[in-house]
C-alpha cells in the first residue's frame, strides 16, 4: 500500500496579515484528504533545525487563528538557507519525517529559496544517501519534491497573483492612518508626507493615496514626468488649497524615485514643502503598523482559498512536476510556473531600477495603469477648463437604494471627472425621489471635497421608483434642467428605477438619455457584477463584530447564532461565515430543513462533549422564513441541554454603516471612471440626442474587469422575486466553507450522518 502522503507547511519573509487563513485552510484541506501534515516554525530556518521545529499538525492545531495577525508558525529570515549546506541540512530534516511535499506562503524571497530546494532536492538526498546520513530507500520514495508557493507579503510587488495576502489588510492600516491625518491636517492647515511600504512596487502607495483622497503619490513604477517635479507638485498643492482645501497630503512609497534614478525619501518631500509653500510640513512613517492588526475579511477569505487549492496541488504533484505558484487573477484561482512568475518579479525590478519605466507599468497590468490614470485625474486640484468645441452634457447623479459605504467616493469620483472633462454635474437629493420633487443643484470640484472616507450617502437615498403620475413629473423636471445623462450609483431600488425609466422612454422622450447604474450595495445581489461597492465593508463590519463576539465567549460552553443582512442573498453570509471560521452556513438559496437543523444539533453536540468551546452559525436574514434565529436560538438551546448555551446576534443596521473600506473606495473610482468614459462616448456622437440603446447600462465587474450589461437584459438575468441575480459566482464556494468548518476529515459522513439518517 502506498504511504501516506505527508505535506508540510512554513511561512517566510515579511509577516503578511491573512497568513494564518492560508495555513489553516492549507492544514484542514490535506488533512481532509487524508495526508499527514506538518507544520513548520521560523521559515526555512526551522526547516534546518529541524526536531521541534517541524511538528505534526492536527485539525485543531489551526483552530482559532483567522484573526489572528502575524503568523503562529513564525517566520524569519534565514542566511543559513542561502547557503547550499544549509538547504542539505533543511532536505535531511524533511526526509527523516518522510516529508517531500511543502507549501512555502512568503515574498519573492522566500519563494525563490523554495523554488531552489525543489531544484537540488535530488543532488542533495543522493549526496546524503552517499554520506550514510539518510537511509537509501528515500530515493525511490521520495525522489521529488513537490512545491507549491503563496505570495504573503503586503507588498504585492510578485508576479502570478492579482493580489497577495496581507495587501488588503495592509491597505486598511494605511487607509485609516490617512483619514486620521487628513482629519488632523485639516484642522491644522499643514501639508503631511506619509512614507508607506513598497520597495520596487507602488501598490500600497498608488492604492491609498486613491482611497484616501491624498493630493499626491510618488510610486517607484511611474515617477513625475518633469524634472521640475517639485515645483508642480507643490503648484498643485497650492492650487488645492486657494480653492478651499485645508490640507496637503502626499503618499510617498519607500522605493520612490525620479525620473532619473535618484531616490526620492519622505524626509526630501518634507524640504520640498517646507521650501515651496512655506510653511511646515510633518513626515509620518507608517512602518510596521502596516503588518499589524488582525487581517481583512478579504484577505481571510482570499488566503482560505489559495491555501487550499495549495494543498490540492501539492498533493496531485507528480515526480517532475514544476513548482507552482496559486494566485488569484480576475477573481479566480490561477496555477501558474512558479519559475517564470520569480523571473517576471525580477524583471520588474530591473525595469524600475533601469529606469524603463513604461515598461514597469505595462508590466504591472491593466488594473494598476488605470488606478493611476485614475488618481492623476483625482488629485487634481482643479479641473481642466472647457474645451470650446466640445459638447458639454448635463449629468444628473443620484443614489439609490438603501445607503451603503462608498456611495461618496463614488459620486465624488463621478463628479470630479464629469467636470475635468468639461461637463455638468448636478446632484439629485433623495434618488429618484428628487427627480420627481426637482430637487436638484448644480455640483461641482469643490461640492464633494472630503467625500472619499466618509459612509452613508450625502446626496440622499431612497428606495422610490417613479409610477404613474411621476413619471410624467419625473420627465418635467430631466426636460426643465435639460439633462442628457443620468448617473444612478445604488442598490436595487435603484436599478429598478432606472429600468422603469428606460422601459417608458417611448412615452417620455426625456428618459431617451444614456442611463448608467453603478452597483451600490452591502448585498452584492445587483446584476452583470461579480461586486458591488460596499459589500466589502459590511463583510469587514460583520467580521469585526463575530471577532468581538467569539472572544466573549472564552470560559463558557456556548453557541452562537449571528443573524447577518444581505435579504435573499447569501454573499454576506457565506464570507463571513468563510472569514470567520463558522461551522454553518444557513442560507436561503439552500434553505433550512429540520432534518439539517437536527444534523446540526447532533454535530454541536458531539463537538462540545469532545471539548469544544465554542460554536458559531451564521443566518442570512431571509434564509427561512419559519425557521428564524430566535427559533433555531431556542431549539439549540433545549437540545443542547446542559452541554452549552445558545446566544443568538442579530447584527442589523450597523452593516450597512461606517466608513468604506479601501476596497470599496478603489472599486467606486474605477466604477466611476467608466461610466464618465461612456458619457464622453456619447458627447463625441455629436447631434444625435436618442442614445439610450448605446447608453443605458449597468456596469460591474466581471472577471476582474470593468465591463457593461444593458439594462435591457436586467429582466432576464434576475430572480425578480428574490432580487438576486440568477447565477452567483460565490455559491461554487460553499463545498469549501463546509470542509473546513467540519471537526475533521470525513468526520461529518462517518459519525454524524451516519446517525442522523438512522434516527
Ligand atoms: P518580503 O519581501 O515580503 O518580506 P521575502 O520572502 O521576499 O518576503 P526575503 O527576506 O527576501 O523575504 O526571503 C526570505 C528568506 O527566503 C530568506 O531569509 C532566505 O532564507 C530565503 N531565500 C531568499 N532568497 C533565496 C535564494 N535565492 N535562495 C535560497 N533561499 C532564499
Ligand atoms: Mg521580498
Known sequence: MAKTARLSVLTSGGDAQGMNAAVRSAVRAALERRAEVFGIFEGFQGMIEGGDQISPF????????????????GTARSPDFL??????????????????????IGGDGSLTGAQVLREEWRTLLEELVAEGRLDPSVKEEYGFLAVAGLVGSIDNDMFGTDLSIGTDSALHRITEALDA?????????????????????????LMGALASGADFALIPENPPNLDEWEERMCSILRTGREMGRRDSIVVVAEGAQDRHGNPISSRYVEEVLTKYLGEEARVTVLGHVQRGGSPSASDRVLATLLGAAAAEAVLNAKPGDEAVLIGIENNKI???????????TLKVGSCIHECRFDEAMEYRGKAYRDSFRILRTLIRANPRPPQPNKRRLRVAVLTGGAPAPGMNAATRAVVRMLEDNGHIPLGVK?????????????????????????????LGS?????????????????????????????????????????????????????IICIPASINNNLPGSELSIGADTALNSIVEVVDKIKQSAVALNRCFIVEVMG???????????????????????????????ERDIELLKQGFQQGKRLGLMIRNEAANSFYTTPFIAALFEEEGGALFEVRQSILGHLQQGGNPSPFDRILAARLAWEAVQRIEEVASRAGARRYSDVGAVCLGIQEGDVNATPLYRIPRLMDEVHQRPLEQWWMELRPLARMLAQPGPGFF???????????
Open 58 to 73: 492536527t485539525w485543531d492545531s489551526v483552530g482559532g487563528v483567522l484573526q489572528q495577525g502575524g503568523t503562529i508558525l
Open 83 to 104: 547557503e547550499r549546506s544549509g538547504r542539505k541540512e533543511a532536505v535531511r530534516n524533511l526526509l527523516l519525517q518522510g516529508i517531500n511535499r511543502l507549501i512555502v
Open 181 to 205: 491625518i487628513t482629519s488632523t491636517a485639516a484642522s491644522h492647515q499643514r501639508a503631511f508626507v506619509v512614507e508607506v511600504m513598497g520597495h520596487h512596487c507602488g501598490h500600497l502607495a
Open 334 to 344: 490561477v496555477h501558474s510556473s512558479l519559475t517564470e512568475c520569480v523571473e517576471h
Open 430 to 458: 433623495w434618488g429618484f425621489r428628487g427627480l420627481i420633487d426637482d430637487d436638484i443643484q448644480e455640483m461641482n470640484w469643490m461640492t464633494v471635497n472630503g467625500w472619499a472616507p466618509t459612509g452613508g450617502s450625502e
Open 462 to 514: 431612497s428606495r422610490k421608483t417613479p409610477e404613474g403620475a411621476e413619471l410624467y413629473a419625473a420627465a418635467q423636471v430631466l426636460e426643465k434642467h435639460q439633462v442628457d445623462a443620468i448617473v444612478m450609483i445604488g442598490g436595487w431600488a435603484g436599478y429598478h428605477a432606472a429600468h422603469k425609466l428606460y422601459e417608458e422612454r417611448h412615452n417620455f422622450p426625456a428618459f431617451d438619455i444614456p
Open 567 to 597: 435579504r435573499y442573498c447569501g454573499y454576506l453570509a457565506l464570507m463571513s461565515a468563510i472569514a470567520t471560521g463558522a461551522e454553518r452556513v444557513y442560507l436561503h438559496e439552500e434553505g433550512i430543513t429540520l432534518k439539517e437543523l
Open 749 to 759: 459522513e462517518q459519525s454524524v450522518l451516519g446517525q442522523a439518517d438512522q434516527n
